[in-house]
């Protein structure tokens, strides 16, 4: 980089840290403040704060490589979780949901969930012990991209031992813990609005760049990872790789790292399937911290859908970046070979001085956001699950605020050491979305709809499911995402119902107090008897209307994603349909939903 783009980057990082460091003050009050800021943060400033948390460095530069070596039906392989679609049944109940019981973490919602007895203990830790062990698994995925992708723009040497790769990691990591440990939630939030604006100034600038410069020919070649760890150019047609339409069947070669992908049909049933069931379960760690801290239900809507709409711009970038490597590719003469190394390629060789300098500073947002995000909210689990619940009950603040720094410390330096041992972003991603997290998800998803479930069957299942996830990892690495999500799903369900059927069940009074406060749907006809007729048809008009808006909200949110790719790819017939399609789920979604957000039902 030159002198101009260098001193960008570095004016970014003393302005993020000085900003943490700000929040200093109001962090050390409490842990309250500290994980949730004492619930009283905007509902756009937490939903900016999510967009940035999930626009990372590494997610951006595996999908751009999907989009490249895929074409834009690359975007689909990404419904595995690139696309947090998540972020869906957030929007129109799991957010609400979650914000009702007015926890800090999910491992404490075990507690209000399955009582403080024995089985809601035995829950609690098991989920926080789960969740830092994903905490640091996902720090460790994060890393690795954030590594190769600034190893690449500061020219770091290898020593010690260590790649340039992983002391590139180790630096961009170094300053996000030194502003999170100080700041807590309100810190990582407002540098997230901070950073969202540098994301955005960074999309208009290449998508407008692609716009006026990137023309892609009839016929041209892109390149794929084969297994042996070289690469193979392969020849494609602008309509192919422009179509948004995925095929059944894909024809990478057999040797290609992509061939798990032949079976595309497939592997998208698979995913839909995932994304439903995942997004029926919840979620824990940042994302959830954000509806924990909201203020309403109200807000808790209101901060997804503006999460959604931001991260709606994403895609367009991603299309950007992969047409510019394209473009690239053209006019040099040199295809590039790894689909992973095209964003950093583009920035180096398309982008002149000072936008240079600006798309640089705004991916280590994007990387800083993510790591701030998941540094605090993995803290919130040691801190609140572990050493205050079964350590050191008394614990007073001041001690308390000490161990969410430490253990913010412990958690990056454990990532960090585990992503250098990781050499394919695209193979971590896999697993933490099929495996690790299927292994988890089912136990995760029966809490909410099944009264008989107890923490007994949550602790059985998540054991199982996670053990067997990493044991297919050790001894089975080969196994397709879709293959391995679905034996993980059938065992890990078959573990959390025999678990919780051997067991006693959950104390009535608990869960009429759960049922009370969260008011889910599903199988809970035992504990509804309990309550007033005229509260029950309440409760299912606002469970009728909810299932009916989430069959609006997963297909606006893909086709949302879908219509800003269009116009960077100048498929404009495309985007006509794309829009009309957007405008009758939007219609829906505003008369199923949107007009109901301040609607809540009230149980004394």
């Known amino acids: 980089m030159g002198l101009i783009d260098l001193l960008i980057v570095i004016a970014y990082l003393i302005i993020i840290t000085a900003i943490g460091f700000y929040f200093e003050k109001k962090a050390s009050s409490g842990i309250d403040s500290y994980f949730l800021g004492n619930r009283k943060i905007p509902w756009w400033a937490l939903g900016a704060s999510g967009m940035a948390s999930n626009f990372d460095v590494s997610g951006t530069m595996i999908n751009v490589a999907l989009i490249y070596a895929f074409g834009a039906v690359g975007f689909f392989v990404e419904m595995r979780g690139g696309l947090v679609l998540i972020m869906a049944f957030l929007m129109i109940f799991m957010g609400k949901w979650n914000r009702r019981s007015k926890v800090m973490t999910l491992s404490e919602w075990m507690t209000y969930r399955f009582g403080d007895g024995i089985q809601g203990k035995s829950a609690r830790i098991i989920s926080a012990i789960s969740t830092l062990i994903i905490t640091i698994a996902i720090v460790s995925y994060f890393a690795v991209g954030a590594g190769k992708f600034i190893g690449d723009v500061l020219n770091i040497p290898a020593f010690l031992g260590f790649t340039s790769e992983f002391w590139a990691a180790a630096i961009i990591i170094t300053f996000t813990t030194l502003y999170t440990v100080a700041s807590g939630l309100q810190g990582v939030v407002w540098t997230d609005v901070f950073q969202g604006i540098l994301i955005f100034v960074m999309i208009i600038i290449v998508c407008t760049i692609t716009i006026l410069s990137a023309n892609i020919p009839e016929t041209f070649s892109i390149s794929v990872p ?29 040797n290609s790292s992509y061939s798990i992908y032949n079976l595309f049909g497939v592997a998208l049933i698979f995913y839909l399937i995932k994304v439903i069931v995942e997004g029926s379960a919840g979620t824990g760690g940042y994302m959830a911290q954000r509806f924990f801290a909201a203020r309403s239900d109200h807000d808790a809507g209101l901060l997804s859908m503006f999460w959604i709409f931001l991260l709606s711009f994403r895609w367009p970038f991603i299309a950007a970046i992969a047409m510019l490597g394209i473009s690239y590719g053209i006019n040099s003469g040199e295809i590039i070979s790894d689909p992973e190394k095209v964003l950093p390629t583009v920035i180096f060789n398309i982008l002149p001085v000072g936008m240079k300098g600006l798309l640089v500073a705004g991916l280590m947002a994007a990387a800083m956001s993510t790591f701030s995000s998941l540094i605090n909210s993995g803290a919130s689990y040691w801190v609140r699950d572990i050493y205050q ?128 406060t969260t008011r889910p749907f599903g199988l809970w006809k035992p504990i509804k008897l309990s309550l007033p007729e005229e509260k029950k048809i309440q409760i299912n008009s606002e469970n009728r209307r909810d299932i009916i808006a989430i069959c609006f909200a997963l297909p606006w949110q893909i086709v949302l994603f879908l219509t800003g790719m269009t116009v960077i790819l100048k498929r404009f017939d495309l985007f006509g349909y794309l829009l009309v399609i957007l405008v009758i789920l939007s219609v829906g979604l505003y008369y199923f939903w949107f007009r109901h957000l301040s609607t809540e039902v009230k149980l004394e």
């Open 226 to 254: 084969l297994k042996d760890g070289s690469f193979l150019p392969i020849e494609t047609t602008r309509d192919g790789w422009t179509s948004i339409l995925p095929s059944w069947k894909l024809s990478f070669p057999e």
């Open 389 to 516: 619940e079964f350590i050191n009950p008394k614990a007073d603040e001041k001690k308390l605020i000490v161990h969410s720094r430490v253990a913010s410390i412990l958690i990056v330096v454990s990532g960090l050491f585990l992503a250098a041992g990781i050499k394919s972003i695209n193979e971590i991603w896999g697993w933490l979305t099929m495996g690790l997290g299927a292994g988890m998800v089912v136990p995760l998803l029966v809490r909410w709809y099944w009264w008989r479930m107890n923490g007994y069957g949550f602790t059985i299942g998540t054991i199982f499911g996670m053990g067997s996830a990493i044991i297919q990892k050790i001894f089975y690495p080969e196994a397709t995402e879709y293959s391995s999500f679905a034996i993980l799903l059938v065992s890990s369900l078959t573990a959390t119902i025999i678990g919780t059927l051997l067991t006693e069940q959950t104390s009535k009074e608990t869960l009429i107090n759960f049922y009370k």
